[in-house]
């Protein structure tokens, strides 16, 4: 692998990608988006999967037969950046749903957890490892439970819950192996830190 410039290949088939390229190439990777099956040809040495629609993405996956390769390289060690959408697609465990999708990450999601009324909003919390980073949340998940070998990342301040959750604080970053997993969209803040560790985790 060059380390100066990673292979990073940014899943294209539905939601916020483009703001994922632009970020990684400022950054100095060579960003790819994948598509279709024959993009996996390519050097890949990270991969990012964007939030959107968990639902639509994970049909798209499969319909293109992406999913299988997908997984398996996933499985294999290659280091993952997943935000909302995304992380919901690693998951182990979507919470009230019947069926997963990728499920390489020790972990339960639930959808769109904040509710309708803080379905968007924005904060600034600690990171592990970073530090300070704001976080954007669109109709975001949470993890409402990680298996002991995950490490948090991540909380949110207990303000940030619907009611039911009100007085609990909600995992929304986690790192398992090579994957990191995000409730919130790192790419629509100027704040490049999540991606310059993400690179970080490529190039060890
Ligand atoms: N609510 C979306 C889902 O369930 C995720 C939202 C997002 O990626 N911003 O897939």
């Not at 980073?133 to 490490?151: G, H, K, L």
Request: proline share 4%; aromatic share 6%; hydrophobic share 45%.
């Amino acid at each position: 692998m060059n380390i100066d410039k990673p292979q990073i290949g940014v899943l294209a088939v539905q939601g916020a990608f483009i703001e994922h390229e632009r970020i990684l190439q400022a950054l100095g990777a060579d960003v790819f988006e994948i598509r279709q099956l024959r993009d996996l040809n390519r050097t890949i040495d990270g991969l990012v999967l964007p939030g959107g629609e968990s639902t639509v993405q994970g049909k798209l996956l499969r319909d293109l037969g992406l999913f299988e390769p997908l997984r398996a390289k996933i499985q294999a060690g290659l280091p993952v950046l997943a935000t909302c959408a995304g992380a919901i697609l690693l998951a182990e465990k979507i919470a009230g749903e019947r069926d997963a999708h990728f499920a390489t990450l020790p972990a339960i999601i639930r959808r769109n957890a904040y509710g309708r009324q803080l379905g968007s909003f924005f904060t600034e919390n600690e990171v592990a490892h970073i530090g300070k980073v704001p976080q954007t949340f669109i109709r975001a998940p949470f993890f409402e439970s990680v298996n002991d070998d995950v490490e948090i990342l991540s909380r949110t301040a207990s303000t940030n819950g619907n009611s039911d959750n009100a007085n609990t604080e909600q995992i929304v970053a986690v790192k398992y192996r090579n994957q990191i997993a995000l409730s919130f969209h790192p790419e629509l803040n100027s704040d490049t830190s999540i991606h310059r560790y993400f690179l970080d985790l490529v190039a060890a």
